[in-house]
């Protein structure tokens, strides 16, 4: 497959997905809004905006992953050390994602330290250690580094959750957003390189990760009892996956030069896809349900084929009309997700340190709440652009 330079609808997709996460994930404690600005309740059949944007994310994860390792394999980096990267990068998003699991369940005394302060000092230690230093620092990165993941070894060392009582160190009681985000990523990029980076091979496992989740359901895996303790086969693996390889494909066909020469000619196979994928989530919808907590089939083909449509439209106006020439804040934000999902828990720790809560307030409710989650989200990824564009670009 030819390389193509970095494509910015890709990080516009990014940016905006990360602006409405910040959104949802903040409106999430506002009381009476209208039902569609939060997620579905866990027995509904059903899905609103709200529960497209985990999806999203899982589906430009995939959209990057083409392009991350085929860069790796120009550079002359060997199948066996991108394998190493794909498996380091793994590892780094299920230990965020479990420290971040964790922090909601701090007993302050077992601990020692209050639950805000021991939040607040996990992601001091994480920026550092997940910071990209310029080549004349990397010497004094590498320490910074160091020290911050002794840092960080000690905030767990001292860890203490649960209630008086029930006190336990830190668990696995699922992975976090950012760990499930790590096993889509694992199996969807290990995919790409043992499939020869072939488009339609990609395409077809999207019906496969479908196929686990069916197979999940009938029983198929049950003798799998150790990964069944750890992983949710039909969800974590099927239902998320699918996502994730949707969104390689999608790449992989938008930038296909070889086939596809014209750009136009790209953009009606991408909705075609996209097409296709509602065509298959309204098939199955009958049997199985729209549902994002069961990760469900239909759930994840509806959602990957609205992301497939969204990300067309801003190719569409970005690198066919030629439109938003100007560089954004968005961008920026879009080329620093990590750094961008982990500011609003710094607000909402330095606010818990501060003793500052808007309960009881009227930004708790109503408008007035949601317009106080859009200033958030918008101040987050103003924050996250500002520091990207002064070269602060966090990486796992």
């Known amino acids: 497959m030819p390389s193509s330079p970095r494509l910015r609808s890709i990080d516009l997709l990014r940016g905006l997905t990360i602006l409405t996460m910040i959104f949802v994930n903040d ?3 506002v009381a009476n809004i209208p039902w569609w600005m939060k997620h579905m309740p866990q027995e509904a059949d059903g899905m609103t905006f709200v529960d497209v944007v985990f999806p999203a994310f899982l ?5 990057s992953i083409p392009f991350a390792l085929d860069k790796r394999l120009r550079e002359s980096d060997s199948v066996l050390g991108v394998i190493k990267h ?7 998003l299920l230990f965020l994602g479990v420290l971040m699991v964790n922090m909601h369940d701090v007993n302050a ?3 020692g330290i209050s639950r805000s302060l021991w939040m607040l000092l996990v992601f001091l230690a994480a920026i550092p250690l997940w910071t990209v230093f310029p080549k004349d620092r990397r010497r004094l990165g590498q320490w910074i580094k160091i020290l911050s993941f002794l840092f960080l070894l000690v905030l767990m060392f001292i860890y203490r959750g649960g209630p008086d009582g029930n006190v336990h160190w830190l668990k696995t009681s699922w992975w976090g957003i950012l760990g499930l985000i790590g096993w889509a990523y694992c199996f969807s990029s290990l995919l790409y390189l043992a499939l020869q980076r072939r488009t339609e091979f990609m395409v077809a496992m999207v019906g496969l990760f479908t196929l686990v989740f069916i197979g999940d359901k009938a029983g198929f895996f049950s003798s799998l009892s150790f ?3 750890y992983l949710y086969i039909g969800g974590h693996i099927g239902g998320h996956s699918l996502i994730t390889c949707a969104g390689v494909a999608a790449a992989m066909m938008i930038r296909d030069e070889s086939r596809l020469p014209k750009l136009s000619a790209r953009l009606t196979v991408l909705l075609a896809f996209a097409g296709s994928l509602a065509l298959l989530a309204y098939a199955l919808a009958p049997y199985y349900g729209i549902n994002k907590v069961g990760a469900t089939p239909s759930w994840g083909l509806y959602s990957a084929a609205l992301c497939t449509g969204l990300f067309a439209l801003i190719f569409w106006v970005v690198d066919i009309r030629k439109k938003l020439v100007s560089r954004s804040l968005l961008d920026h934000a879009g080329e620093n997700p990590l750094l961008a999902y982990i500011l609003p828990d710094i607000y909402y720790a330095l606010l818990g340190i501060l003793g500052l809560s808007f309960a009881d307030t009227v930004f708790a409710s109503g408008l007035p709440g949601i317009i106080r989650s859009v200033l958030v989200a918008v101040l987050a990824v103003q924050l996250t652009g500002v520091a990207t564009k ?3 670009r966090m990486r796992f």
């Open 109 to 111: 005394a077992a601990t």
């Open 227 to 229: 990964i069944r303790e």
């Open 86 to 92: 794909i498996l380091v990068r793994t590892a780094g």
């Open 27 to 29: 409106v999430a404690s």
């Open 59 to 63: 589906f430009i994860v995939g959209m």
């Open 390 to 392: 002064h070269g602060l």
